[in-house]
Structure formats: C-alpha cells, structure tokens
Nanobody
Framework: QVQLVESGGGLVQAGGSLRLSCAAS????????MGWFRQVPGKERNFVAAISRSGANTNYADSVKGRFTISRANAKNTVYLQMNSLKPEDTAVYFC????????????????????WGQGTQVTVSS
C-alpha cells in the first residue's frame, strides 16, 4: 500500500502560479504511475495530468495543456504539479492518485484505474 499527502495549495490571483506536491509513503514509489485530478463541490472529479513510473510519459487534460506540468522525483517519493497562468476556473480541490502497474510507460486518465488517493489540497484562484 501507499499513503499520499498533498500540499502546496492556497489562494492565488489569476495569472499566478502554484506548485503542488504529493508525498508518498513506502519504498516502492517508482512502481506507481501517478495522476492529478480536481473536483469542484457538487461536481465529479476530473482528470488533470498523469505521469508514468519513470516520468518519461505524461498526459494532460486539454484545459491545462501548456499551463500545467506534472513531474516526479522517485528518489524523494514525490510527484509535483506546477501550475502557471492560473485561471479562476482552475479553482478546485486537487487530489493525487497512484496506480500500481508493471508497465513502465503506462499512464492513465481515468479515475477508476487508480487504487490510492490523497486527501486533497484546495486551490483557489481569484479574478
């Protein structure tokens, strides 16, 4: 099993930047593909970005392409989400998730493929 703890959320003005971190417990972090999702109250949780075990492959939702960057540091058991040019519509609770997989290049966009989830961190973008 793995436990995930997000941090780095907060209040930022439109056009600003934030970097979210997700720290994972355990010694097998490099065995997990990782993803970020976000959720607005009353709505479903939506895919934001995903990264393969090695970090070689990434994928993004169209709404964040060119503004957000997902990365990972396996030696630190941490995955990051760098968010630039933030917009009010990026306001949400952001969750990281882990997908245990034997495939080094795999990344997934669908919520049901992820086995482990963090508690989330709030990001609020003011206009």
């Amino acid at each position: 099993q793995v436990q995930l703890v997000e941090s780095g959320g907060g209040l930022v003005q439109a056009g600003g930047s934030l970097r979210l971190s997700c720290a994972a417990s355990g010694r097998t972090f490099s065995s997990y593909a990782m993803g970020w999702f976000r959720q607005v109250p009353g709505k479903e949780r939506n895919f934001v970005a995903a990264i393969s075990r090695s970090g070689a492959n990434t994928n993004y939702a169209d709404s964040v392409k060119g503004r957000f960057t997902i990365s990972r540091a396996n030696a630190k058991n941490t995955v990051y989400l760098q968010m630039n040019s933030l917009k009010p519509e990026d306001t949400a609770v952001y969750f990281c998730a882990a997908d245990p997989t034997i495939y080094a290049g795999r990344y997934v966009n669908t919520e049901r493929e992820y086995d482990y989830w963090g508690q989330g961190t709030q990001v609020t973008v003011s206009s």
